[in-house]
């Protein structure tokens, strides 16, 4: 079965500092993936997405992400964190292509510190 | 063009009480997707449905829940004699055709059983 692994629930990283945001993936044929935000008491906005072609995909805010098949990977880096990237990361998967279901990761909260 | 839109926003519930959360998708999206996440967890997919039909229910709890997505207005995620277990975050997400590369996720609805 299809899984979505975030190692690291609890990150603090202070401002200006790089950023680096660890996820997993178990699929069998190539994936579709997907790094959310989610602010406090807000729903998911969707800061990448990954479908096929070039593995470095660039994202809204800053962010981008690297697909690394041998790794089962998608880490979403950012060069220069800012307070108001405090949050809670979702990394997700397309259950089977591009059906419409996604498995979610358990999340990353993010604390910026000053 | 509105977001996708849910509510009520927060909604407190006491134990064997009913719970109705509405979603209206974004305009020309006919594809409507519900989640669930609980306290500290990520998302589950619970039930994806098109205008007057259910898709796939795989993610619903047996007993209590049901969906539906009328041809006329919005649509409709039943809890039937809430638990203390169903509070959790709803969330739904629609899109235009069947697909998770053009969905988008709602604010969702904070479920409290008290």
């Known amino acids: 079965a299809q899984s979505v692994t975030q190692p690291d629930i609890h990150i603090t990283v202070s401002e200006g500092a790089s950023l680096e945001l660890r996820c997993n993936y178990s699929?069998?044929?190539?994936?579709?993936l997907f790094w959310y935000v989610q602010s406090p008491g807000q729903g998911l906005q969707l800061l990448l997405k990954y479908f096929s072609g070039d593995t470095l995909v660039q994202g809204i805010k800053g962010f981008e992400a690297e697909f690394k098949r041998s790794q089962s990977s998608f880490n979403l880096r950012k060069p220069s964190v800012h307070w108001s990237d405090a949050a809670e990361y979702f990394c997700?998967?397309?259950?089977?292509?591009?059906?419409?279901?996604?498995?979610f990761g358990q999340g990353t909260t993010l604390q910026v510190k000053p | 063009n509105a977001g996708v839109m849910q509510n009520p926003r927060h909604l407190v519930r006491r134990r064997g009480q009913e719970a109705r959360l509405r979603c209206s998708p974004m305009?020309?999206?006919?594809?409507v997707y519900w989640y669930r996440q609980l306290p500290e967890e990520g998302l589950k997919f619970m039930v994806y449905l098109q205008k007057e039909n259910i898709i796939d229910e795989s993610g619903m709890p047996k007993e209590r829940f049901s969906a539906e997505f009328p041809k006329e207005g919005p649509s409709i995620l039943r809890i039937q004699q809430v638990v203390r277990g169903d509070s959790a975050a709803y969330f739904c997400a629609s899109s235009p055709v069947p697909g998770t590369d053009t969905q988008y996720f709602g604010p969702g609805t904070r479920l409290t059983v008290l």
């Open positions: 997700a998967v397309d259950q089977g292509g591009n059906t419409g279901k996604l498995i």
């Open positions: 699929y069998g044929a190539t994936p579709y």
């Open positions: 305009k020309g999206h006919s594809h």
